[in-house]
T-cell receptor, first 115, second 115 residues
Framework: SQTIHQWPATLVQPVGSPLSLECTVE??????LYWYRQAAGRGLQLLFY??????ISSEVPQNLSASRPQDRQFILSSKKLLLSDSGFYLC??????????????FGNGTRLTVT | SQQGEEDPQALSIQEGENATMNCSYK?????LQWYRQNSGRGLVHLIL?????REKHSGRLRVTLDTSKKSSSLLITASRAADTASYFC???????????????FGPGTRLSVLP
């Protein structure tokens, strides 16, 4: 069966420090991969998605970047964190299809607090 | 802008009662999905309904879709305390990018089921 691992679960970082969140998927090949951010009590905002190694699409221009060095690994990074980067970050994967009838499978998220 | 908007924002019911949550959207869709999120965790896919379907069942869940009104409802019958969570609808807009999938989530309904 497929599983998705996301770590760390919580993170407290000072303003101006770098960030690296990692997500890996097991049990499937060639998945679509996604990074979402969720503000408290709000819906999800798509940050980045990837349909293949090295292929990253950015939905919202900001202080963050993403990379996909391996087929089932997705990394969210920042060189210098801002207070506004605080939030709940979720990684997700879906089966790569030509249609859209494939649900998203989420990790358990990382709670990032920038102080 | 948000494609899906859930209503109500919060709902509190007694165990055993039915819970109904609604979702409205603005543009034509390929499908609509409902997800559940326990506090501090990732989202879990519940059910997907295609644009050419009107109703779908899964256990105690019943989802309806009215494309003429651009709305969907999620009914949870005989609710349990364990159903306490936030529920989100997500749409895959026909006008969205074809490169990867582009789900748009609403802000969610917070359901509390009291024992």
């Amino acid at each position: 069966s497929q599983t998705i691992h996301q770590w760390p679960a919580t993170l407290v970082q000072p303003v101006g420090s770098p960030l690296s969140l990692e997500c890996t998927v097991e049990g499937t090949s060639n998945p679509n991969l996604y990074w979402y951010r969720q503000a408290a009590g709000r819906g999800l905002q798509l940050l980045f998605y990837s349909v293949g190694i090295g292929q990253i699409s950015s939905e919202v221009p900001q202080n963050l970047s993403a990379s996909r060095p391996q087929d089932r690994q997705f990394i969210l990074s920042s060189k210098k964190l801002l207070l506004s980067d605080s939030g709940f970050y979720l990684c997700a994967w879906s089966v790569r299809t030509t249609g859209s009838n494939s649900p998203l499978h989420f990790g358990n998220g990382t709670r990032l607090t920038v102080t | 802008s948000q494609q899906g908007e859930e209503d109500p924002q919060a709902l509190s019911i007694q165990e055993g009662e039915n819970a109904t949550m609604n979702c409205s959207y603005k543009t034509s869709i390929n499908n609509l999905q409902w997800y559940r999120q326990n506090s501090g965790r990732g989202l879990v896919h519940l059910i997907l309904i295609r644009s050419n379907e009107r109703e779908k069942h899964s256990g105690r869940l019943r989802v309806t879709l009215d494309t003429s009104k651009k709305s969907s409802s999620l009914l949870i019958t005989a609710s349990r305390a364990a159903d306490t969570a936030s529920y989100f609808c997500a749409t895959d807009s026909r006008s969205g990018k074809n490169y990867g999938q582009n789900f748009v989530f609403g802000p969610g309904t917070r359901l509390s089921v009291l024992p």
